[in-house]
């Protein structure tokens, strides 16, 4: 066992009746590392979390915390597991002051040790002014990191963290997540985060782990998954492209809109489809193989979201343009990036 | 009663921790312990007669059968009525003391079966001042002349357990209209219907299932009681059941009339279960606005709470005022007496014990079902509860069953291998009677904390024992303070039960020990009418409390309906 390794997964598989909320997963976290776990609700990510900590137990594979076995072959309770879990709803006891709820995990330390602890986290998340407050008074805000100042307070080898800024306003939820990620990189801890939100997870952690139906679709950096998705899912879970119908030919793909470089299996003569995204589709009035027909300009700010009907397609390819068109054009001219077309 | 309704979280969410088993294993005995008195009923049953059973069949069951069936049906017709038409007054209408009456309807639930038969025995005695003032104002000179038709019939017991027994289905009518029909109302009158035809359109038929729990509790009611059918002389099972014990001294006898009783019961639990299953549906299927009460004129007002209060003044106040003057003449004439104190310690040593034992029992079985929801606990948790719908005379036969079984064990076990005798070791101790009121209580106590259980959201456990908490640390530092309103009113819930129990308590009760409940049923069954006042005034005093308690619940259910 390499001594780097905070988590480690062997092929584990749970299931609720007959359906696998997950199945064969299997995954090494080092430490200091930060996950994030992404996919659409229902895929498992939320049971792996629950797996992880001990709040569920696995039917088949091994759980390894720190190169110890936790479940699988034995079981340890999630108490004995040294696990930070910051929770959606934040689950703060209610019942509790701020000051107990982060003393709550201390009971095993000393009084002394407790309070010292108590004292480093609460003042690396700065709520020293909410010690006294009950949780029901508190804004989501400070919910949130209070909730994440009990979960580090016990100094756990691990963060779970399950939809942490979901419940956080639009405005507030870039600058708390950027806080709280740099935190946790100061501490050096290892943190596995979940969320929905494809954006979120490209922009945090160190690598991406997208799940779907219970199974891991691809692990990789954020750019990785972005610029080199494995299938069609991962393609489209991070950016809808448009799905052009061609043919393979040799090492290249016919589309009516151009040949272009097959990067998925061959499949001589076969039909199949290039994913292109809408922001490889460059567009001008005069510059570019491809004549199209504006059809519908939505106007976002930053950038535009073009409809175009292009001869010889069924269906109007969209693109994203970041030069404003003049007004009025009708006919424009369109290239495509071949670098930046996937098929599989 | 039980209104056991588990919140529906997120269907998978399912518990791991193997620390949870001794939980599991402290609520399979729990379950064991409420399960065993029916199965020792059963055996007892299979046993067969002392010889008695062909006259069992031809001479007691059939005349116990036929009144029961009567009395069932009586009492099913009566508290319909009187339940919904109580419960669409106070909520269609708004006029002034509809707030008042809401709550005062309740109010006959604090008077037990066999205190009101026992106070209507002598408010309506022929010579007494109600009758006589009837022949004063009609001008008769003596009852052979004129008298009231005799309480001491089926329709009086009837009548009188009908006006205790309507709030059972007062309350869940008068929430399913408020929850329910706003809208479905508004829609109908928009339809063309007038406001009193909605009644029969639109609301009853939406508050059936509501009406139908309500008729199956009463009901249940009606078959536990002994009392007041022995006092009026009707002879129903529960009776029969009573006195083939104590004056036929044949128990295989009782226990078969026990085991048929059961069987009605079941009938009666099953169509609760499948009305509460209907009534769930009813009210999740929209999330809707309650029905907003119509103004009346003064006059419709005034009369709208007469009605309303006829329910009130027979069922409530009339016995209420009777026992008041009847305690205070007993205690102007002789103060309070030691035997009545004697018999307030052992109602109150009897009761607080009971409520330790089922609060404690029903926190193991709600707890469990928390801790590793699933088919077992769940199993367990329904097995806990079968009790509550038992008469108190069939558990009473099957706890004895079992605890004699235990006592002759125990005894046989100590003489052979210490050579002492230890008698009847559970039977003469009273803790017979603790446990027939475990089991009769249990799914009160289990169902009023797993309510209260479930509205803590799961992940604050989850989050407790990542913190390092195990499950019974969990559940003291997280569970325990914040259900403690719900299991203080369990525990009030099942207290006053206990105080108010009569038929297990007689069956039951140690040589020389006397509750409030059973020297009320000696006075009544020998026709004195001594004490038994201040002690029956102690027991209605104690009863309206959880009365109270229970109307604070209703008026949380209008505000919140009424935000939605």
Known sequence: MKQDIALQLINVGRS???????????????????????????????????????????????????????????????????????????????????????????????????????????????????????????????????????????????????????????????????????????????????????????????????????????????????????????????????????????????????????????????????????????????????????????FHGETEHILLAVDGLETPLKAVALDRLPKGAEVVKVSIDSERVLSF | MPASKSVAGPSVVSHAGRAGKNW???????????????????????????????????????????????????????????????????????????????????????????????????????IGSVQGSIRWVLGYESPRQFRLPDIRSMTGCILLLGFVLYPYVYIPTRAMFLTQSGNLVDAARTLGISRRAVFWRVALPLARPAVAVGIALALMETLNDVGAAEFLGVRTMTVSIYTTWITRTDLPGASQIALALLLIVVALVAVERWARRKQRYATDARRSRGLKPQKVSPVNGMLLLFMGSVPILLGFVAPALYLTTEAWKRYQFAGLSPRLLNEAISTITIATLATVVTISLGLVVAYATRLRPGKTSATLLRLSTVGYAAPGTVVAIGVLIVLAGFDRFIDRTALDWFGVSTGLLFMGSGAAV???????????????????????????????????????????????????????AAALLVFVDCIKELPATLLLRPLNVETFATHLYGEAARGTYEEASIAALAIVAISVLPVILLSRVGTAGRSVAADT
């Not at chain 2, 309510?451 to 640390?473: E, F, K, V, W, Y």
Request: charged share 20%; aromatic share 6%; hydrophobic share 45%.
């Open chain 2, 24 to 126: 599991l294993v402290l609520s399979a005995i729990a379950a064991l312990i409420v399960v065993l008195p029916v199965a020792g009923l059963a055996l007892e049953a299979l046993k067969g007669s002392t010889g008695l059973w062909a006259h069992l069949f031809s001479s007691i069951l059939p005349i116990a059968l036929r009144d029961t069936v009567i009395l069932l049906v009586g009492v099913g017709l009566l508290t319909a009525v009187l339940g919904t038409t109580t419960a669409w007054l106070v909520t269609a209408y708004d006029f002034p003391g509809r707030r008042l009456l809401e709550w005062a309807l309740l109010l006959p639930l604090a008077v037990p079966t066999y205190i009101i038969a026992y106070a209507y025995l002598d408010i309506l005695h022929p």
């Open chain 1, 16 to 298: 609720f009746g007959a359906t696998a909320a997950v199945r064969g997963i299997s995954i090494d976290i080092a430490k200091g590392e930060v996950i994030s776990l992404v996919g659409h609700s229902g895929c498992g990510k939320s049971t792996l979390l629950r797996i992880i900590s001990g709040v569920e137990t696995i039917d088949s594979g091994r759980v390894l915390l720190d190169g110890h076995e936790v479940d699988g072959g034995c079981f340890v309770e999630p108490e004995m597991r040294g696990v930070g879990f910051v929770f959606q709803d934040y689950a703060l006891f209610p019942h509790l002051s701020v000051r107990d709820n982060i003393l709550f995990g201390l009971k095993r330390h000393s009084r002394a040790e407790a309070l010292a602890n108590a004292e480093d986290v609460i003042r690396r998340v700065g709520i020293e002014h909410l010690l006294e407050r009950f949780p029901h008074t508190l804004s989501g805000g400070e919910q949130q990191r209070v909730a994440l100042a009990r979960a580090l307070a016990p100094r756990p080898g691990i963060v779970l963290m399950d939809e942490p800024f979901s419940n956080l306003d639009q405005g507030l939820r870039g600058q708390v997540r950027t806080e709280t990620l740099s935190l946790l990189k100061s501490l050096n801890t290892t943190v596995i985060m979940v969320t929905h939100d494809p954006q979120e997870a490209l922009s945090t952690g160190d690598r991406v782990v997208l799940m779907r139906s219970g199974e891991i679709v691809q692990v990789g950096s954020g750019y990785d998954l972005y610029d080199r998705p494995a299938n069609a899912y991962a393609a489209d879970f991070f950016c809808v492209s448009n799905k052009i119908p061609g043919i393979c030919r040799g090492d290249r793909i016919e589309t009516p809109i151009g040949n272009f470089l097959r990067s998925g299996e061959a499949n001589e003569g076969g039909a199949t489809t290039v994913h292109i995204r809408p922001q490889a589709i460059a567009i001008s009035l005069d510059r570019g193989e491809i004549t199209a027909r504006v059809k519908e300009r939505v």
């Open chain 2, 434 to 488: 603790v446990y027939a009121l475990t089991v009769r209580f249990l799914a009160i106590s289990a169902g009023g904390i797993e309510a209260g259980l479930s509205r803590i959201p799961m992940s604050l456990d989850h989050a407790s024992r990542t913190l390092g908490q195990s499950p019974s640390g969990t559940f003291r530092h997280v569970h325990l303070p914040l259900s403690k309103a719900a299991i203080s």
